[in-house]
């Protein structure tokens, strides 16, 4: 099946035939390749860190002559507001419900020891030796890691993981309605005597 026009076919593998060639060819199902979202500046279809490098090459940049491409908010300046806004669709394009957060070097949706000593081991409030990219501690997009950098990772730091909420396990209810029933048997206790 012809998905995209152009006379190609997409095999399972993602890879094209465009029937140029002669014997017998076996295909497992026709494929389209997938959609690359707005945060996949590289050409994959998915938004990591390699995007995030693409955005900061450009960051600080007006919009032409930067490709609009980078502008995710559309305000004709590719800034930190577009790192905010790659963040969470990066974020919604890899299944998560809720942005990635400053701090995450790996983006792993945890912000841990491993972010920390990534953002150490590069500290350079100068930007002496940069510019710095995301996987370095550079949280902002300013070509140095510096304290703006290790607040977010701070302000951020959860080693459990963040993006879900927490679930109240039943015996943690359990306890809290015995204590609930407890000071109100004693509130009454007092009152009475």
Known sequence: MDSDGAGNIYLANGSAWNGNSSGTHKFAAAVPPAPSGPCAFDGDTSCNTADLDALYAVLGTDVPPTDALFDLNSDNLVDAADLTE????????????SAYLRG????????????????AANFDPNGTYGPYLWLAGNFDGDDDVDLTDYNSLAGNFNPLGYGTAAVPEPAAALLALLALLLASASGRLSNSG
């Open 86 to 97: 790659w963040l969470s669709q990066a974020a919604l394009i890899n299944g998560h419900g």
């Open 104 to 119: 995450d070097t790996g983006l792993d949706r945890d912000i841990d020891l491993s972010d920390y000593n990534a953002l």
